[in-house]
């Protein structure tokens, strides 16, 4: 069975804070992708990784960075927190040549 | 690029009436759609897909939706709606590379009995 765990489904985080947000698959899935979901604008892609050490933009990269060292890992980092980046942050994978994208269950960061 | 519109924030049903949840896209390119459905707390999970073929496709838990290429619709209906559709669920487009997915902002379905 697919799955995609997220480190934490809860975080709360000060202003000024390096924030690291984990996202690890078991399905040898080359493709990664990092989204935040707000209400009202639906989920927006931050970054997306096709393959090892490779990292792409997506449509909202300003003020995040990410790291994928390993093939299963992706992790999304926030050099320094702010309270705009209060959000529901989603994790996802994807078999390369597939067009199935798999979540995991999220995770609630709130930056005081 | 590519862009999903979706129109109702919110539907208000009643248990056993049927349902349209509205999609709508625009694409300078030939494209796949989706349709996702979060329970809450839960992830997104893939309700139902075009890719090709016949229009109509159909997903699980009874939902189906239509293609329409002229419109450039993808409308997600349901006949008769269970308590446990309560969800939100959200159209998504993707190009023929599969690269990236471009989402609408969701339409939370509300299912009272």
């Known amino acids: 069975d697919v799955k995609v765990t997220q480190s934490s489904r809860y975080l709360v985080k000060r202003t000024g804070e390096k924030v690291f947000l984990e996202c690890v698959q078991d399905?040898?899935?080359?493709?990664m992708f990092w989204y935040r979901q707000d209400p009202g604008l639906g989920l927006r892609l931050i970054y997306f990784?096709?393959?090892?050490?490779?990292?792409e933009k997506g449509d909202i990269p300003e003020g995040y960075s990410v790291s994928r060292e390993k093939k299963e890992r992706f992790s999304l980092i926030l050099e320094s927190a702010s309270t705009n980046q209060t959000s529901m942050y989603l994790c996802?994978?994807?078999?390369?040549?597939?067009?199935?994208?798999?979540f995991g269950p999220g995770t609630r960061l709130t930056v005081l | 690029a590519q862009s999903v519109t979706q129109l109702d924030s919110q539907v208000p049903v009643f248990e056993e009436a049927p349902v349209e949840l509205r999609c709508n896209y625009s694409?300078?390119?030939?494209?796949?759609l989706f349709w996702y459905v979060q329970y809450p707390n839960q992830g997104l999970q893939l309700l139902l897909k075009y890719l090709s073929g016949s229009t109509l496709v159909k997903g699980i838990n009874g939902f189906e939706a239509e293609f329409n290429k002229s419109q450039t619709s993808f409308h997600l209906r349901k006949p008769s709606v269970h308590i446990s559709d309560t969800a939100e669920y959200f159209c998504a487009v993707s190009d023929l590379s599969f690269q990236k997915l471009v989402f609408g902002t969701g339409t939370r379905l509300l299912v009272s009995p």
């Open positions: 996802a994978s994807r078999l390369g040549g597939t067009d199935t994208q798999y």
């Open positions: 990784s096709y393959d090892v050490k490779m990292k």
């Open positions: 399905m040898d899935h080359e493709n």
């Open positions: 694409s300078s390119v030939s494209v796949y």
